[in-house]
């Protein structure tokens, strides 16, 4: 079992910044990549961002690219999400993503709200 803990969002002016953290705990050897997905109101869940688990490689929605940036500190066993320039299209409900080697094994954080105002 992993377990995923978000914190971080907020409420936030448009072109401000907010820095989100989700820490993992439990059986993190099983976790093979960590990432941050968003849901918006009446929105489909979409992937934000994604780092590897030795942080060498990272991937973004083209839509964040530039504004956002995923790390991870291994020592900590947390994945942060930098958000600058934020525009009001950014809000939603952000979560955290643990993909494991076990197949069909997969963990999501609770979620963390980030609203963005105009």
């Known amino acids: 079992q992993v377990q995923l803990v978000e914190s971080g969002g907020g409420l936030v002016q448009a072109g401000g910044s907010l820095r989100l953290s989700c820490a993992a705990s439990?059986?993190?050897?099983?976790?093979?990549?960590m990432g941050w997905y968003r849901q918006a109101p009446g929105k489909q869940r979409e992937l934000v961002a994604v780092?590897?688990?030795?942080?060498?490689?990272?991937n973004y929605a083209d839509s964040v690219k530039g504004r956002f940036t995923i790390s991870r500190d291994n020592a900590k066993n947390t994945v942060y999400l930098q958000m600058n320039s934020l525009k009001p299209e950014d809000t939603a409900v952000y979560y955290c993503?643990?993909?494991?080697?076990?197949?069909?094994?997969?963990?999501w954080g609770q979620g963390t709200q980030v609203t963005v105002s105009s």
């Open positions: 780092i590897t688990r030795g942080g060498t490689s990272t």
């Open positions: 439990g059986s993190i050897f099983t976790i093979k990549a």
């Open positions: 993503y643990a993909p494991t080697w076990r197949v069909g094994d997969d963990y």
